[in-house]
C-alpha cells in the first residue's frame, strides 16, 4: 500500500520546457523501498519552472502519507508565485499547523527559461550542485533549518544564472550516504564526479 501511495507521488513524465533539459531518477534503496523522498516540476503562472526535491523523515506508510501531503501543499504555494522561499516559508507553516512533530528538509528551485536565471532556497537539505564552465560549485547559501525544527523562519534564497551546458543537481542523501565517510569527502567525491561528466 504504502509503494503503492509513493508511486502515484511521481511524475509520469517531465514538462517540456523550449531551451532546457531536464531529467528525474527516482531509485529506492533495496533495503527499503518506500521512504520519505519526493520531487516535483511545476510549471509556473509567470512562465519560470519550479524544481522541487523533499525528504521526510521517516519511512514506510506513515512517511509516504506525510510526503503526498506535503508534495500537494508546497505545489499550491509555488503556484501563487512568490518565490521559492515565500513557498518553504508556507510549506513550514503547513507543518506547524497541521503535522506537528513532522520533519522535512526541502529544496525548491525557480528558473526562469528565457533567461537562465535561478533563485534557490535550501530549508535543511544537502546543497544544490551547480556545475558551470569555471567548475563544480556547492550552493550553501541560502539555507536554512529544517521544516518542522523551528516554530518560526524566515527563509532565504540564493541566485545565480545558467548559462550554455550549465547543470543543477538536487539530489537526496541516498546519492551521498556513507558511514564510514565524512560527509565533506562525500560531497567532494559527487563534485568530482559530475566535474568529470558522470
Known sequence: ????????????????VPGVALAARYRPS????????????VPLPSGRLAIVLG????????????TAQLRHALRAHLLRDRGPAAALQGLGEVIAA??????????AAELDPATGDVAVANVGHLPVLHAADDGVHLLFEGR???????????????????????RLLLYSDGLV???DV?????????CAAVAAGG
Open 1 to 16: 500500500l504504502a509503494a503503492a501511495l509513493q508511486r502515484t507521488l511521481l511524475l509520469e513524465r517531465l514538462p517540456k
Open 30 to 41: 533495496a533495503a527499503d523501498v518506500v521512504g520519505g523522498d519526493w520531487y516535483d516540476l
Open 55 to 66: 525528504d521526510v523523515a521517516g519511512h514506510g506508510l506513515a512517511a509516504a502519507s506525510v
Open 98 to 107: 497541521l503535522l506537528p512533530g513532522e520533519l522535512a528538509t526541502a529544496i
Open 144 to 166: 536554512g533549518p529544517a521544516l518542522g525544527l523551528l516554530d518560526e523562519v524566515d527563509y532565504t534564497e540564493t541566485r545565480l544564472r545558467l548559462a550554455g551546458p550549465d
Open 177 to 179: 550516504e556513507r558511514r
Open 182 to 190: 565524512p560527509l565533506p569527502d562525500r560531497l567532494d567525491a559527487l
